[in-house]
């Protein structure tokens, strides 16, 4: 069945115009109350905290986003606070990947979100990597397609690793994982995936996609809170190096009597990877009771949601001369609008905050990020807005 606003499922001013859920989303009602029961759990009764307590949650929140995003195997799910950890878990172990000598650079997609430069600008340096950016065609007839066959071809033999979106963080524009996936295979390069505008308001298939890493903050379409994030790691990094030697990390580490047998020996797979004090009794509940209403609403039924609220409002804002990307490339749930002339974007947003109607403004385009807690007087507010600004 089709879902319905779910605005009343959402701790958010329900007089609020917000669509701005790519920047942050609002919390759930249920996901606040998890937190809130958390921080009385550390500060009322710290005594009724039990080791099990460390790690039980973590991985129910493990298991919940490998079925998110069809991993099948939590085991290779790792918690971590943020992006920029996951990927730099990549760059400290990209030297090790087979054949690696023999590459030349690495792939990133035009205008990317800063943590997907910065995080390899030292492992290029060290290892003598040139960097080839994919940039966003000029023209905009056909500028999807064409961005992806470009991807596409700039994976070479001598690419050591791709970093990509399944959907660019300012235009809302949409990248075939599985081409792209299938390519780096072809190819010899290692294929990272920076999720966080996607995963949970968009299908996401990591057996069909198969990339190498997959790496997401929770505070955006994960409706989780600020400070979590979660990243699957394929079979090359079972034997990598951490960032950081957290005890939890290490075989037995739920037994506390036990702790000064140091043991050498990680947890399976991915865990070697978890972010120190993970279990974050707040936090943490609160990521597990988002993705548990994720998988109940369906990322499919999210993205048609999304996808039929804001196309009812596209030909309105191309008659007022907004550009977008198409329809066959273009997410429901993020878009870009470049208006035309020479407009005030700031002065522009500080009027529609004015009429409680909140986007963000990226690169050269108003950003526009509705969910579920949207619905057509929200878009009506920004459109009625633009018009008396155009």
Same mark, same amino acid.
């Given at each position: 069945?089709?879902?319905?606003?779910?605005?009343?499922?959402?701790?958010?001013?329900?007089?609020?115009?917000?669509?701005?859920?790519?920047?942050?989303?609002?919390?759930?009602?249920?996901?606040?109350?998890?937190?809130?029961?958390?921080?009385?759990?550390?500060?009322?009764?710290?005594?009724?905290?039990?080791?099990?307590?460390?790690?039980?949650?973590?991985?129910?929140?493990?298991?919940?986003?490998?079925?998110?995003?069809?991993?099948?195997?939590?085991?290779?799910?790792?918690?971590?606070?943020?992006?920029?950890?996951?990927?730099?878990?990549?760059?400290?172990?990209?030297?090790?990947?087979?054949?690696?000598?023999?590459?030349?650079?690495?792939?990133?997609?035009?205008?990317?979100?800063?943590?997907?430069?910065?995080?390899?600008?030292?492992?290029?340096?060290?290892?003598?990597?040139?960097?080839?950016?994919?940039?966003?065609?000029?023209?905009? $007839?056909?500028? &999807?397609? *064409?961005?992806? /066959?470009?991807?596409?071809?700039? !994976?070479? #033999?001598? @690419?050591?690793? =791709?970093?990509?979106?399944?959907?660019?963080?300012?235009?809302?524009?949409?990248?075939?994982? $599985?081409?792209? &996936?299938? *390519?780096?295979? /072809?190819?010899?390069?290692?294929? !990272?995936? #920076?999720? @966080?505008?996607? =995963?949970?308001?968009?299908?996401?298939?990591?057996?069909?996609?198969?990339?190498?890493?997959?790496?997401?903050?929770?505070?955006?379409?994960?409706?989780?809170?600020?400070?979590?994030?979660?990243?699957?790691?394929?079979?090359?990094?079972?034997?990598?190096?951490?960032?950081?030697?957290?005890?939890?990390?290490?075989?037995?580490?739920?037994?506390?009597?036990?702790?000064?047998?140091?043991?050498?020996?990680?947890?399976?797979?991915?865990?070697?990877?978890?972010?120190?004090?993970?279990?974050?009794?707040?936090?943490?509940?609160?990521?597990?009771?988002?993705?548990?209403?994720?998988?109940?609403?369906?990322?499919?039924?999210?993205?048609?949601?999304?996808?039929?609220?804001?196309?009812?409002?596209?030909?309105?804002?191309?008659?007022?001369?907004?550009?977008?990307?198409?329809?066959?490339?273009?997410?429901?749930?993020?878009?870009?609008?470049?208006?035309?002339?020479?407009?005030?974007?700031?002065?522009?947003?500080?009027?529609?905050?004015?009429?409680?109607?909140?986007?963000?403004?990226?690169?050269?385009?108003?950003?526009?990020?509705?969910?579920?807690?949207?619905?057509?007087?929200?878009?009506?507010?920004?459109?009625?807005?633009?018009?008396?600004?155009?």
């Amino acid at each position: 069945m089709p879902l319905t606003c779910q605005k009343h499922r959402f701790a958010l001013d329900p007089n609020v115009h917000y669509l701005n859920g790519a920047a942050y989303s609002p919390g759930l009602q249920a996901s606040v109350e998890k937190g809130l029961a958390g921080l009385r759990l550390k500060s009322e009764t710290p005594y009724a905290i039990r080791p099990q307590d460390h790690f039980e949650t973590g991985n129910r929140v493990r298991s919940l986003f490998s079925q998110l995003i069809n991993a099948g195997d939590a085991d290779r799910i790792a918690l971590i606070p943020a992006v920029s950890y996951g990927m730099a878990v990549v760059a400290q172990n990209l030297h090790r990947w087979p054949g690696f000598q023999a590459k030349k650079h690495i792939v990133l997609i035009g205008e990317e979100f800063p943590n997907n430069v910065y995080a390899f600008e030292r492992v290029c340096q060290a290892h003598g990597l040139a960097v080839k950016t994919v940039d966003r065609p000029k023209a905009p $007839e056909n500028r &999807g397609a *064409r961005w992806n /066959e470009m991807l596409l071809e700039s !994976v070479t #033999d001598q @690419t050591a690793l =791709v970093v990509a979106s399944r959907v660019h963080w300012i235009y809302g524009t949409v990248f075939d994982l $599985e081409a792209l &996936g299938r *390519r780096c295979r /072809e190819q010899g390069a290692m294929l !990272v995936i #920076d999720a @966080t505008q996607s =995963v949970g308001v968009l299908p996401f298939d990591q057996q069909a996609v198969q990339a190498d890493a997959v790496i997401c903050a929770a505070y955006k379409w994960l409706l989780g809170p600020y400070g979590t994030g979660v990243a699957h790691f394929g079979p090359f990094f079972d034997a990598g190096v951490p960032i950081e030697e957290g005890w939890m990390n290490r075989m037995d580490s739920e037994k506390f009597n036990q702790l000064t047998r140091y043991e050498r020996a990680y947890r399976p797979k991915a865990q070697r990877y978890n972010a120190g004090e993970f279990s974050q009794f707040s936090q943490l509940p609160m990521l597990e009771a988002a993705l548990e209403q994720l998988l109940e609403w369906d990322p499919q039924r999210l993205q048609a949601y999304c996808q039929e609220l804001s196309s009812r409002f596209v030909p309105q804002w191309e008659a007022l001369g907004c550009q977008l990307e198409a329809t066959a490339h273009r997410a429901g749930h993020l878009f870009g609008l470049q208006l035309p002339g020479a407009v005030d974007y700031d002065a522009l947003v500080q009027r529609l905050a004015e009429h409680r109607c909140y986007v963000s403004l990226r690169g050269g385009a108003l950003r526009v990020s509705p969910n579920v807690y949207n619905d057509a007087a929200d878009l009506a507010i920004l459109t009625e807005v633009l018009a008396d600004s155009l």
